[in-house]
């Protein structure tokens, strides 16, 4: 019985934070982003987000995201840059294939930091690619 149910695997589906430029505050921003590298879009995309280290929690944030198209992002949230220090995850349900797909994205805590920056594919700005 057990055996017979399918668990489909979350393949090129990914969570970025990505330090941008903000011209309103003229300043730089942390964003968090849904990036689809698959060749189809995933649809109902739902992301839940928290942040903990212990007893230091944030809120759970709830995002509605719909379509991705294939090949492409979505920016989720703006990421205070004091909830860096703390563990954030990133919780990604979506529906792809007929399928229903889910993945946990975790950032470790002051891993998001100048320092680990690299060139994020699709969006082609400088961040941070979860676990």
């Not at 995309?45 to 709830?62: C, P």
């Amino acid at each position: 019985m057990k055996k017979d149910i399918e668990i489909p695997i979350s393949k090129d589906v990914y969570i970025a934070i990505v330090h941008e430029w903000n011209d309103e505050f003229l300043d730089k921003d942390w964003n968090a982003y849904i990036i689809n590298d698959r060749p189809n879009a995933i649809e109902m995309t739902m992301v839940v987000s928290k942040g903990y280290d212990g007893d230091r929690k944030t809120s759970i944030m709830r995002h509605a995201v719909d379509v991705v198209h294939a090949k492409s992002y979505k920016k989720i949230e703006v990421v205070q840059e004091d909830v860096l220090g703390l563990h954030n995850e990133f919780y990604v349900t979506y529906f792809a294939d007929q399928k229903l797909f889910e993945r946990k994205f975790i950032f470790e805590k002051n891993t998001v930091n100048i320092q680990n920056l690299v060139t994020i594919p699709l969006i082609e700005k400088e961040g941070v690619l979860a676990k």
